[in-house]
């Protein structure tokens, strides 16, 4: 039977000497191996396990019901956030209002390079959008991400180093294992009808696209926010304010 793994989250209620101990030794008479294991949460534990028997995880879940010692708020296959939980302590600060939205700050770029990498790894159409001020690390964090999922990176359009607006790409450039870089304000606002084919060629790609600045991208084009399958905010601290005015003067005076 093919390995499975499990997303197992607990609240600690009593913590007792030997709490961890005792359910390490529970999972090893089921034959349930854990992967990794970390505290995510004030007084929460979340484990990555993996079993070849569904049958071994209900039977698991039936014996923590009943614990007075922790009260079991997860036990499921893993989603992203699980993984990403257990991999950095800690859940990522996702927006309440529109849960494909994810908020960073600068010291957390670690964080989500890594976010990003898992996201990148996996194949066919994605179309992301990345907000933030000009000089925050959007860039920076795309191509890091880049590497880390062991993906080929095209900048489309951009002002990294200098500006950059192609009108074509070259045929090694060309497949699903590129991320496609596109600057929303260069694409939209500085290029030509040339880059606007390509760049509507690449957005039908089965491929990973990652827009900076998406908002000036969907206010400019017929493209909407329903389009994205998720959009990452970063700033410089939580309190920073993405102020598009200010990126719109810049916009003639070049960032």
Avoid at 108 to 120: K, M, Q, R, S, T
Wanted: net charge negative; glycine share 6%.
């Amino acid at each position: 039977m093919e390995n499975n793994d499990w997303y197992l989250e607990y609240q600690i209620h009593r913590n007792k000497p030997g709490l961890l101990g005792d359910l390490a030794s529970l999972l090893g008479m089921l034959s349930i191996n854990i992967i990794t294991i970390n505290g995510v949460d004030n007084r929460r534990r979340g484990m990555l396990i993996r079993t070849d028997d569904q049958g071994k995880i209900e039977a698991l879940r039936n014996i923590l019901i009943r614990s007075e010692y922790i009260t079991l708020t997860a036990l499921r296959p893993p989603k992203l956030m699980d993984r990403m939980a257990v991999r950095h302590g800690r859940y990522l600060d996702r927006c309440s209002e529109d849960m494909r939205t994810y908020r960073f700050t600068r010291d957390e770029i670690g964080l989500l390079v890594d976010f990003l990498a898992e996201i990148f790894q996996r194949d066919g159409h994605q179309l992301i959008g990345i907000r933030g001020m000009p000089r925050v690390g959007k860039t920076e964090s795309i191509v890091a991400s880049s590497v880390c999922a062991n993906k080929r990176w095209t900048f489309v359009s951009s002002t990294l180093l200098k500006q950059t607006v192609r009108r074509q790409l070259g045929m090694d450039e060309i497949s699903s294992n590129h991320v496609y870089i596109i600057d929303g304000i260069v694409s939209t606002m500085r290029a030509n009808e040339e880059h606007g084919v390509l760049l509507r060629d690449i957005l039908r790609m089965k491929a990973t696209k990652v827009i900076e600045h998406p908002d000036i991208f969907v206010r400019e084009t017929e493209y909407t926010m329903d389009d994205f399958h998720y959009i990452i905010e970063l700033r410089n601290d939580p309190e920073e304010e993405i102020r598009y005015d200010a990126i719109d003067t810049d916009i003639r005076q070049g960032f």
